[in-house]
């Protein structure tokens, strides 16, 4: 089984658990034994699926403006929810492969698996809502047609992106590519280093 194969049935449960409620107030029932990859997973696409949703919520027009501002901390916090998950996810695949021969003209990559993995989530909630629009009853034939002729090419996205994480891994594996994971650095989350923040403290 390839990496993405694990993955992608692991997005599929996580975001139809979350859809059986359909509330972004529903507590997590993480299936996976904790400390696991699956677990990391799940929670991954259970995170992006949350937020897919506050993004829906927060284009409201009507929103109460002190609600829409309570659900943009929200989001922060779930971005860096997000960030938190595909660094772990990339240091199990860093662990894993840490004893792999570097070929002397092994090359770098321009993202990490992880970030990869974190689109191919993305694309699974992509495919899932875009489906769905498929299916409306309250929508036109125009509408319907040109939803499916946008799930089609997702799909085949999905396709190619498992493709390609699945032979970065394998290059990483063989030592033809390695990896470097480098920490997110959002300055604006840091009471240390946004100025907003530092220049309000002792006020």
């Known amino acids: 089984m390839s990496f993405t194969e694990l993955c992608n049935p692991i997005f599929i449960q996580a975001i139809n658990d979350y859809h059986l409620k359909d509330n972004v107030d529903t507590p997590i029932n993480n299936p996976y034994e904790a400390g696991t990859i699956e677990n990391s997973l799940y929670l991954k696409c259970w995170i ?20 829409a501002l309570q659900l ?27 004893d792999v021969v570097i070929l002397p003209e092994a090359r770098l990559n321009t993202e990490s698996p992880a ?33 499916r002729a946008k799930l089609d090419v997702l799909l085949q996205q999905q396709v190619d992106l498992g493709t390609a994480i699945d032979q970065l891994l394998e290059d990483i594996e063989a030592g033809r590519k390695y ?8 300055m604006y989350n840091d009471p240390a280093t946004n100025p907003i923040l530092y220049a309000n403290k002792d006020k």
Do not use: G
């Open 48 to 67: 992006d699926t949350v937020q897919w949703h506050f993004e829906d919520i927060i284009r409201d027009p009507a929103i109460d403006p002190v609600e």
């Open 72 to 98: 943009k901390r929200r989001i922060d916090k779930s971005n860096q929810d997000r960030t938190d998950l595909v660094e772990q996810i990339d240091s199990y695949l860093r662990d894993k492969y840490k």
């Open 115 to 147: 970030w990869a993995i974190d689109r191919l989530s993305i694309l699974a909630l992509k495919i899932y809502h875009m489906k769905e629009q498929t299916e409306r009853t309250d929508a036109d034939a125009a509408h319907i047609e040109k939803c």
């Open 179 to 186: 990896m470097k994971v480098y920490r997110q650095m959002k």
